[in-house]
């Protein structure tokens, strides 16, 4: 085994950190919910599989609810007035070529020692990624998170979503999951839709060293996945919606209205799922949208990265705890 540097050897210690704390939370948060807890994963679960069981429905593939010409009244066209102040905070916070990071919070995130403190952190002592701070906006999902953001970072957004509660921990694939997943994807819309180019990242990634110098140039759209063929235009990878680079054109505007959209057609899906399974549908082809699946020995997870262990001193750019299977 060959000697790491310096800053290999601090990298290695933040991840060491976010490892302990990951699955301590996890454990208290399984712990004290008990058995409630266990029913509410059970069920989710449950939910989860039932919709691939039930896959072989056929629907009317050019019948689909982003093509209707009245759209529902949740996609108002005043974007100044469903999200006050969000253009003004995007553009102080974007690059010259308008390009943002992206992350969310709520209030089972915000707390003292926990993941965003661990997220930010990683860009603290990553390879070429503190200045990319200047241009990371935390999207707080309510005031509690809000607060600790303010304490935190220079650029904070409250995402206010009426009639729902985002404070809490959302376990997968429960209804107030689902909404989340749902609110994040139109958030992101509306992003591109004044004109911001954006990387997403959920705030269990981290960013070990800078990914802007491995995009494809050429892509609107790039995504990271739970299983990666090889080729990054094989639409049999699979996608993971933790982190995500999309570039604001006409192309991924329609895109994210057809993504959107589409969860009429697949309730009970959140937002990766939705995504494999219009991937090959021919309204997405018809958009023409330049996607690229990311190579996961770049940006890896963690199930990935316990395979070939010597790889990632050198070459992993992003590092997600969040493990699909």
Not at 6 to 24: D, E, H, M, P
Not at 51 to 77: C, I, Y
Not at 141 to 154: E, F, G, P, S, T
Not at 251 to 270: A, C, E, K, Q
Request: net charge negative; aromatic share 14%; hydrophobic share 40%.
């Amino acid at each position: 085994m060959g000697l790491w540097s310096s800053s290999q050897w601090k990298v290695r210690t933040v991840i060491t950190w976010f490892a302990i704390v990951s699955v301590a939370c996890t454990v208290m948060m399984y712990a004290a919910g008990g058995s409630w807890m266990q029913h509410s994963l059970r069920r989710g679960f449950e939910a989860y599989h039932s919709q691939f069981q039930s896959s072989d429905v056929v629907r009317d593939r050019h019948e689909l609810p982003w093509r209707r010409e009245s759209a529902p009244a949740e996609l108002g066209d005043h974007i100044s007035v469903e999200f006050p102040g969000l253009e003004n905070i995007l553009e102080r916070a974007a690059m010259p070529d308008r390009t943002i990071i992206l992350t969310t919070l709520n209030q089972a995130w915000a707390q003292p020692n926990t993941m965003i403190d661990l997220y930010l952190e990683s860009f603290r002592s990553g390879e070429e990624t503190s200045q990319l701070l200047d241009h990371l906006v935390i999207v707080a999902l309510d005031l509690v998170a809000y607060d600790k953001c303010k304490l935190l970072h220079a650029f904070c957004y409250m995402l206010k979503t009426e009639d729902v509660d985002f404070s809490g921990e959302k376990f997968f694939m429960t209804e107030d999951y689902l909404k989340m997943m749902w609110r994040r994807i139109y958030f992101l819309k509306i992003v591109l839709e004044l004109g911001f180019n954006f990387v997403f990242s959920d705030a269990d990634v981290m960013w070990i060293r800078n990914p802007f110098p491995r995009f494809d140039k050429f892509a609107d759209f790039q995504i990271a996945c739970d299983a990666y063929t090889g080729i990054p235009e094989d639409m049999n990878n699979r996608p993971n919606g933790g982190f995500v680079y999309a570039r604001s054109n006409k192309r991924t505007i329609d895109f994210y209205n057809y993504w959107y959209m589409s969860r009429v057609d697949h309730p009970g899906l959140h937002d990766q799922d939705v995504l494999g399974k219009i991937k090959t549908d021919q309204d997405f082809l018809d958009i023409g949208l330049q996607l690229r699946f990311l190579d996961t020995l770049q940006f890896s997870g963690f199930c990935q990265i316990l395979n070939d262990v010597q790889v990632f001193p050198t070459q992993t750019l992003l590092f997600n705890f969040a493990c699909s299977w």
